[in-house]
């Protein structure tokens, strides 16, 4: 059972990019799916979560409004739409599997292996 994050790479500020996470296992109506990221020098922080069952969606204030994530059940999937990227959203991504919502990486289980995200100003 592993966690396979992907769409990392550079983008200029302002532009756009749409991170991916596939899960191998099958995941529970319960489960909560999240992006935390890091970077250099920084500790692990909060993006976003998702309910799985609900689809309710849980944003840290510096993303809202720009960031959307969202879930496809069938290819048990979760995404991170990145919109209005500023040069402060440069970081190590990591998508994450929790039995509930949490905001701190000690809430979540299961870790993918991260995906570098690179906003240039």
């Known amino acids: 059972v592993q966690l396979q994050a992907s769409g990392g790479g550079l983008v200029q500020a302002g532009g756009s990019l749409r991170l991916s996470c596939a899960y191998s296992g099958r995941i529970f109506s319960s489960a909560v799916m999240a992006w935390f990221r890091q970077a250099p020098g920084k500790e692990r922080e909060f993006v976003a979560a998702?309910?799985?069952?609900?689809?309710?969606?849980y944003y840290a204030n510096a993303v809202k409004g720009r960031f959307t994530i969202s879930g496809d059940h069938a290819e048990n999937t979760v995404y991170l739409q990145m919109n209005s990227t500023k040069p402060e959203d440069t970081a190590v991504y990591y998508c994450?599997?929790?039995?509930?919502?949490?905001?701190?990486?000690?809430?979540?289980?299961?870790w993918g292996q991260g995906t570098q995200v690179t906003v240039s100003s």
């Open positions: 994450t599997k929790g039995a509930g919502l949490g905001y701190a990486p000690a809430d979540y289980n299961y």
């Open positions: 998702i309910r799985w069952g609900r689809r309710s969606t």
